[in-house]
């Protein structure tokens, strides 16, 4: 079992950066590939980028490439996701989420694949 926190969602304007992190507890970080999802009021939960578990390999939704990176530190039991040139649509809360994986490459899943969330972080873009 792993827990799950994110931190670092706050109000930002158009055109600002900001990261996120997640930090997990409670189970060998380094066994989960990870993933950020974010949802907006009245729309349904977006992958939007996703991390192998040595870090090594990244997965991006095309309505984030370029704008968004996933990384993570396994020392620390955190991954980061850092985000540029934000902007008003990118308004949602944020979660980080965690599935057991084999040893390998990454690629987008969706939310069902993963067993474990975080409680969100909310991110607003103002214009």
């Known amino acids: 079992q792993v827990q799950l926190v994110e931190s670092g969602g706050r109000l930002v304007q158009a055109g600002e950066s900001l990261r996120l992190s997640c930090a997990a507890s409670?189970?060998?970080?380094?066994?989960?590939?990870m993933g950020w999802f974010r949802q907006a009021p009245g729309k349904e939960r977006e992958s939007i980028a996703a991390v192998s578990r040595s870090g090594l390999t990244t997965s991006y939704a095309d309505s984030v490439k370029g704008r968004l990176t996933i990384s993570r530190d396994n020392a620390k039991n955190t991954v980061y996701l850092q985000m540029s040139s934000l902007k008003p649509e990118d308004t949602a809360v944020y979660y980080c989420?965690?599935?057991?994986?084999?040893?390998?490459?990454?690629?987008?899943?969706?939310?069902?694949?993963?067993?474990?969330w975080g409680q969100g972080t909310q991110v607003t873009v103002s214009s």
């Open positions: 409670g189970g060998t970080f380094s066994r989960y590939a």
């Open positions: 989420a965690a599935r057991l994986s084999p040893l390998g490459g990454i690629s987008l899943l969706g939310a069902s694949e993963y067993s474990y």
